[in-house]
Structure formats: structure tokens, C-alpha cells
RNA sequence: GUGGCUAUGGUGAAGUGGUUAACACGGCGGGUUGUGGUCCCGUUAUGCGUGGGUUCGAUCCCCACUAGUCACCCCA
């Protein structure tokens, strides 16, 4: 149990880092094209605001949180998603008093405590981006092109867009309404988990993946019959903007967020070949929540994305560039007299900018020609006896294996031109 | 949370109820007295996830646990 990882999580390695780094720089790039700035809030918040912010009856909510309680009673959760915290923050530092909409974005860890899968892990990390302050379609169509901006980028093909309208406060309990009467006939042959989702979401049964409740959905009302008349219309005009702006999208009756917050705009893009975690992100727009977190009323509208999905995703299709490491310069030290002065060269040289390093080991010349090649050493500095003993130093450019000897003093200036000029 | 499958070294893996657990990669060390990336040689498992049981004997059989994985669920 010392030598192990909680379940659910993992370690990144140096191995891995590189991937993510590449991720994380594209996120950034593109989010500071479309002008969006990084907000980091903490880890773990009061619980209530999630249970506030993300809804009391919500899985997430409910059985998913990491909660406990601190040494001065106050009880904490460790974050499942990070709207309701950017959305805390923006009310705390008063940030609908500047510039408006307000457009954040986020990468960090999560916490869910689920069941781990491929893809699904209980400390996973989310980019996510947040748009407060503005009404109406248009940020509702930047913040999915953005979101498609940023897979494309990454060279993913084969992506699915789906999109729904949820609607509002308005008209969401009228279809409520008009399904709960659709399905009450029928309740008893529904399945068990459908039978509890009519009181709790009866717009989940819609989706239910048991055949015969999917035959008693035939006919159901849909929400798209029930949404009031400025819902329709933000939907239409949302739909124009993403056709006009060349994307491809279908749009999924039955697509319902988890999440009790979201209101008309919902969004899910989807990379089928992860099979039951296609999901690689899911969003939309969420009017009510910055006043239920106690600010001012306030529209707001975003999404998030999987990072380790995307990278599983990335890795299947082999879209992660090799970041080779390398070195400037490998100092080999061929006895234990010399070894002052090669250890004093490398810190110089690190001082002056360069990758500079040496063996650690006492290995043979021939073991440090080794690593000096695994390290990807450009150039070898050889402090042989008798050249250190006439005041030279060999210097090898592995690259084309030339090699010539130099005086001790000009090493650092010499070194610095030669890897300048190869660059 | 429910059900299925899997579990051998740093990695990918072969294998059997009974002497020294293949092979490949990687790592380390060498290849005639100070030079790498190719090639060649040597070396590299507290013994087969953990704990029980069956057996004269188990890495190979049974059970539990743990972990991974797939589907459900949920979601990103």
C-alpha cells in the first residue's frame, strides 16, 4: 500500500510531462487568441457551495464529492468541477464592476469519487472556460467555436458536436410537466432507475440506455416543442452563428448536462473511439447560477474538457509530438584529479545559459561517451590527462564526430558560439 | 454503486502441478592499455498482485481481497 497510488489517481512522469506541457501551451495559446484570461482558484471549497452551485440532487452532489472536515470544523470539499468556484470568485472580488463579459479560463485538478475507468479517474484534470456577463447567442457560438478551436488544434478528427437547448426557469417546467403525464401511464414498466428519475429528472428517462424504456419514449414531448419563445429563438440564432462559422453539428434532443445549473445552451463534443468516456467535453450556459451563488443576477455559459481523455485520445492517434530532451554540452572527466576543475566548468557553463552535465557515477570515458549520447549531448568536452596538463580541453561535436582541442580559458566563450550557431 | 474479464522482472511478454521461470527491449559492465550512437559478449525476478486453502509439493487448482480493464451508471 506505500509503494501504490490511491486508487484513481496517478502519477505524471517525467515521460508523460511532455504531453502534457503540450496540451496545457496550446489551451493557453488559443484561449489568449480569443481573449480569455487564466483564473486559479483553490482546490477545495466550503461544500456548500457545490451543493448549492452544482445541485443538491446531482450524482456529483450526492455520492461523487470528496468532503471532509477540517480541524476548525468547517466543511470542505475537494472540488469536483470548477464553474461553481469561478463563478464564487467572480461575485467575492466583485469582477462584474470591470470590463464585461468577463472571460476566464482554467486548467487544474478535480476530484470525483467514482468507479476509475480508462478515462475516468478520481483525481482528473479539466480545462475549462467561463463567460459571465453576457446574454445572448453570440457568446454562446464564441465559446463552442473555441472549444472545437482548441480540438482541431490538436489535429483530433472525428469529433461530434452535439448541441440541445435546455431551456429556462420559463419553460423547463411546462415540458417537465408534460412528461411526467407522458410517462405516468407507463411507470411501472419503466426500470428502476427510470422510475426514480421521473420524480427527481424525468428529462433523464429520455436517454435512458434500456431498450424498453427507449420504446416508451417514442412520442415523448420534447423540449424543443416546449421552449418559450426567447429560449426558440436564442437556439435559432445560436444555430446560424455555428453554421456561418462553417462547424458541423447535430443537434441532440436528448442531451441533458448532469449538472442542475445549465439553462437553454448545452453542449457536448464527443470523440466516439473512447468508447463509454467519449465525452471529451460538455458544457453551456447557466443564467441562474451566479445568483444562486449570491451575486448579482448574471448569464453565464461555458464548458470543460477532459484532459486525460483528450490525451487518450491524442495518444491513439498518435498526435503528441516527441519532445526530445537534449543537452548543450556533456563534460567527461577521465580521472579523479580533474575532476574540480570539469565540475567547476559545468556550473560555469550552466551560469552562462547552457545545458550543461556530467557523470555523477565515476564511470569509465567509455560510460560517459554512453550517456553522454543518451543524454543527446551536442557537444562532449573531454578533460584528458595530458591536454588538462598543457592547459587544453578536447572538444567533440557529436553530431558529425569532429573533434579539436582548445585552451581551458576559452571554453565558455567558445562553447557559447558554437551552440549559438546552431541554433 | 452493479456485472464481466485480467494480474509473471523496469517494459513487452512465453510457460509448467515437482530440479537452475523462455525470448525481446531497456539498464549496468565489458570487447586488449583515453571516445558515443551500429555490432558482439557478460550481467540483470526478495521467484510469478496480496492473503488464505487444496496437495507430499503450486507461479500454474480453489476462495477472498486489492488493482487494472470493459460494459452499465455518471460525466469531462
Redesign the pocket.
Known sequence: MLT?VP??TKDILPADIGAWRYLENTMRDICARFGYEEIRTPIFEHTELFQRGIGDT???VEK?MYTFTDRGERSLTLRP?NTASVVRAYVEHKLYAENSPTKLFYIGPMF?Y????????RQ?H?FGVEALGAVGPNIDAEIIILAVTVLQSLGLKDLKLKINSVGCPKCRPEHRNRLQEFFKPKFNELCK?CQSRFDRNPL?ILD???PHCGELSVGAPSLGECLCEECSSHFEKLKELLTSAGLTYEVDTNLV???DYYTRTAF?IQYTPL????????GGRYDGLVKEVGGPETPGIG????M??ILLALESQNLIPDTNFSTDVYAIC?NEENFSLTFKTVIDLRREGLKAEFDF?G?????Q??????YNAKY?L?F????VKNGKV?L?D??N?D?KEIDLKDITTILKAEVQNNE
Open positions: 501504490t486508487r484513481g446531482t450524482d456529483v461523487e468541477e470525483r467514482d468507479r476509475p475507468q480508462a478515462g475516468r479517474y482528473f479539466q432507475d433523464r435512458c440506455k434500456v448536462r448532469g449538472l457536448e468508447g463509454a468516456q467519449s465525452a471529451v467535453c460538455g464548458f470543460a474538457m477532459g486525460e481523455r577521465t557515477n564511470r569509465s570515458m567509455k560510460a561517451m554512453k550517456q553522454a549520447n543518451r562532449v573531454i584528458g590527462e595530458d591536454e578536447v567533440r557529436m553530431l564526430s573533434q
